[in-house]
Structure formats: C-alpha cells, structure tokens
C-alpha cells in the first residue's frame, strides 16, 4: 500500500459534488474493520462502484478524469488507474482511445452480447427476434425467493419469451423479477420496445445488470417446450439457470432458458 496515498485517504474530507470524497471517519471505520488489509485501489474500486450504484453517473457517460478523480479522493493517478482498469475488466466502465472512460451500458454491442452465450456453429452471431407470449405479477415461489434475496410470496413479475434466430424458434425463456423494482413492466412496454432486455431494465428502471452466474443441464423436451419450439418431444435440450446481479451484487432477474442447440453451441471464456 502507497502510505502516502493512505495518509491522504485518511484526511480526505467529504464532498458536496457528487459525493465522491472518502470521509476520514469512513476511513478510520473501514480500517477498524479490517479495511486495513484491503490495497488503497481496492477501496477506491468500491467506492467508484457505490457511485455507479448511485447513480451519479448514467449508463453511456463519461466518468470523471483520473487526474479529477485522483485529486477529489486525494490519493495518486496511479491508485485511480489501477481501480478504473479493474472495473474495466469487470465490463463495469468501457475505456475510450482518445476519449475517455465510460459507464457501461448494454446498448453497446460488446456489453449486450457479453450475456448472449449462444452462438452458430457456423458464421456470425445474428440478432434474435423476440416475442414475448406473457408479462404479469404473481407471488414468488420458495425458490424464485431465495435466488431474488426475497420473502417468499412476495410478488414478481413473471416474463415468458421465444428467441427466434433467422426465423427459427431457439430458446424459450422464463424470467422473474423483484415486484417493487419492476413497477410498470408490462407486455406492451416489452413488445414495442426494439433494443436488448437488459438495455429496457436499465433505460426504464435504473437496473443495470453487470454480472451473472449460471447453472447448465442437459434436459428434454417435454410437451410445452416441444410446442413452443416446433420440435419433438424427448428433443434434447440445453437448460440453463440464471441469477443476474446489479451493482452491490444485488440478485435482480431470475432466468431458466431452455435451448435448442441444432446448429448452435453455447460459448464461454474461462480467466
């Protein structure tokens, strides 16, 4: 840890512009709590991602400087990089060449198909065509709870969706999200609205989805999804389980998608 960066921490005062200053009192808290043992970057990450939380700056605009930023938390531009090129790495912030650095968003291709896993066996990824069969409230289930940091019978708006690539049925998914957060997510919202699902959460809601875990399991079709789909009963299928998280890791959609993987295969990168 750069001392001088941590003494200066320390005294950072809070800020009236957009509250970004470190208060020293936070700082003497995090460091009676064991922040001591966290690197200066790292507490500059999360207090840059509490912004980002906030809300202070909007998906797709450019955040402060790292000379701005390095003078309003009082420590080095290099302790300011180091944070920006973690978040970076995170796909949280976007950098620029020449431009600057920006708050992601998923209206940007690279950010939107970081969550579209599927992919054609063969050529380019298309853009899929969605119709959305039904979008309503119900009281959530033991499970759908759990996964959404919910209580049980809490109620969540339920989606059921079929993507569609080059015309072809591929995937239907079924989608659950927190009641409260999602006032006003209607059908008709969903249907007239042209860009990416989680392009509409973060434009009409404030949700900004930045990270996902996912389960996967070979299933077969059964009569429901055979029907949506066009295929046969008993066609194999990819099951995949989603829980995808907003800033602060809070769990914010549940997803089950089942995939027709005929000419696709379902794509990852392991660090």
């Not at 200066?8 to 020293?24: D, H, I, K, Y």
């Not at 200066?40 to 605009?61: H, N, T």
């Amino acid at each position: 840890m750069n001392s001088t960066d941590d003494n200066a921490l320390q005294s950072a005062v809070p800020a009236t512009a957009g509250g970004l200053a470190v208060p020293a009192a936070q700082a003497r808290a995090g460091r009676m709590h064991g922040a001591a043992f966290s690197p200066l970057y790292r507490q500059i990450k999360a207090l840059l991602v509490q912004s980002l939380d906030r809300g202070d700056w909007k998906p797709g605009e450019a955040i402060p400087s790292e000379m701005e930023l390095a003078t309003r938390f009082q420590v080095s531009q290099g302790t300011v990089r180091k944070a920006i090129d973690e978040l970076a790495a995170e796909h949280l912030l976007l950098r620029r060449q020449g431009k600057g650095t920006f708050v992601a968003t998923h209206h940007e291709a690279r950010v939107r198909y970081r969550f579209l896993r599927l992919a054609p066996d063969q050529g380019v990824p298309q853009p899929a065509q969605s119709q959305v069969l039904s979008c309503g409230r119900i009281r959530s289930s033991a499970e759908i709870a759990r996964a959404l940091e919910i209580r049980t019978g809490e109620q969540v708006v339920a989606i059921r969706r079929v993507l569609s690539f080059a015309g072809k049925a591929t995937v239907v998914d079924d989608i659950w999200l927190p009641g409260d957060v999602f006032r006003g997510l209607t059908t008709e919202l969903l249907g007239s609205y042209r860009g990416p699902l989680y392009g509409l959460f973060e434009t009409e809601f404030g949700v900004s989805m930045v990270r996902a875990d996912e389960k996967l399991r070979a299933v077969t079709a059964g009569d429901e999804y055979a029907t949506l789909l066009q295929i046969e009963p008993g066609t194999p299928l990819l099951q995949v389980e989603r829980v995808s998280h907003t800033y602060g890791d809070r769990p914010m959609e549940v997803r089950r998608g089942h995939y027709l993987t005929e000419g696709y295969h379902y794509r990852n990168s392991l660090n």
